[in-house]
């Protein structure tokens, strides 16, 4: 086992955990949230999408979220954008507002594509191109995501040799990094590695991300799994906030809390203090009127009650 000493987790509670729900959020409950995890000692939040919103309403007010940031030293906020109208949103506003890194999200299942940017992985491809050419001459990094890299909602289990496909597309386009997303929850540990070692043939250890939703309880042992690749990266929600709005009955990504108790047992650095974690992860639950979907958090919290 090489394990890394040292691990970034990218908190996406703000976009992938709100980003499905039904009751619009307001806009300064989400700041609210992003200002919370950035005292956590977060360094890399995911804010927003600039998708269209007929598709995802919640992420409508990108902008004002993005705007209403207090931006703090050191930390980085991603946006995802899935086409030139999108990215041409995410920099309209002044220089102060844009976002230090920018996402494109393609899939490794051509239903999946489809059903999420309407388009197939080709075409999604073309799509990306001049919005990374555009992102990087701006200076801003580009991350890609492969979703359904293990299993797809409509085509069901998804052959590694997609994964690579998409993997060497997105780096051939200029993409700089690159998660393995699980989008349903349905990877085991050795499917998962396998997934990963396939972006990995195209992407070198520091650029790649694991991305695993936890629906089958299984993204916490998918992270040890990729933890054992020496993958040091993962994108990872607040109270296990989420799900994507085209991939039906899947949960939110593996909570923040989880990995983060998970990795200081074992002696891995976050630089996160899990206690405000917990507590930003309690804000937007309560905000949202449910408890924190995290067995790290309840099991604290529980304890703080007595
Ligand atoms: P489309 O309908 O093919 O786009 O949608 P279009 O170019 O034909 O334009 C149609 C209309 O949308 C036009 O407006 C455009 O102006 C507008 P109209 O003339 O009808 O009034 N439009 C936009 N508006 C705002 N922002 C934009 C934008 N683009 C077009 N960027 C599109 C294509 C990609 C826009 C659409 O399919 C879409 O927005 N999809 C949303 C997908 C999404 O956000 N999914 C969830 C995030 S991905 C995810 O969760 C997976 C991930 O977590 C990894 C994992 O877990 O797998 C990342
Ligand atoms: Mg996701």
Request: proline content about 5%; glycine content about 10%; overall charge neutral.
């Amino acid at each position: 086992m090489k394990l890394p000493s040292r691990v970034k987790l990218v908190d996406v509670g703000p976009r992938d955990g709100l980003q499905n729900e039904k009751q619009p959020v307001p806009a300064e409950v989400k700041i609210g949230l992003v200002h919370r995890l950035q005292d956590a000692g977060l360094t890399e939040i995911e804010v927003t999408s600039f998708v269209s919103p007929k598709w995802v309403p919640q992420m409508a007010d990108n902008a004002e979220v993005m705007a209403g940031i207090q931006r703090k030293p050191g930390v980085r906020y991603s946006v995802l954008t899935p086409n030139m109208k999108g990215f041409e949103a995410a920099v309209a506003p002044a220089r102060a507002f844009w976002p230090d890194e920018i996402v494109v999200f393609a899939a490794a299942s051509e239903a999946f594509s489809q059903k999420n940017i309407n388009c197939s992985i080709a075409e999604s491809i073309e799509r990306f191109a001049p919005v990374v050419e555009a992102a990087r001459a701006k200076g801003i990094f580009v991350r890609g995501a492969i979703s359904c890299a293990v299993g797809c909602p409509y085509e069901g289990d998804i052959p590694v040799e997609r994964v690579d496909l998409v993997a060497r597309l997105l780096k051939q386009i200029g993409v700089q990094h690159v998660g393995v997303a699980d989008t349903i929850g349905v990877g085991t540990p050795v499917k998962v590695q396998r997934a990963m070692e396939a972006a990995l043939k195209h992407y070198a250890l520091d650029d790649v991300s694991g991305h695993f939703h936890d629906t089958y309880g299984q993204a916490l042992g998918n992270t040890l799994a990729t933890l054992e690749l020496g993958v040091w990266q993962y994108d990872t929600s607040s109270a296990g906030l989420g799900g994507c709005p085209y991939a039906k009955g899947a949960t939110g990504n593996v909570a923040t809390e989880d990995v983060v108790y998970m990795l200081h047992g074992m002696g891995i650095d976050t630089g996160i203090d899990l206690d405000k974690l917990i507590d930003a992860g309690k804000y937007i639950s309560d905000h949202l009127g449910r408890k924190p979907n995290s067995r790290a958090s309840t099991a604290i919290l529980n304890k703080r009650a007595g």
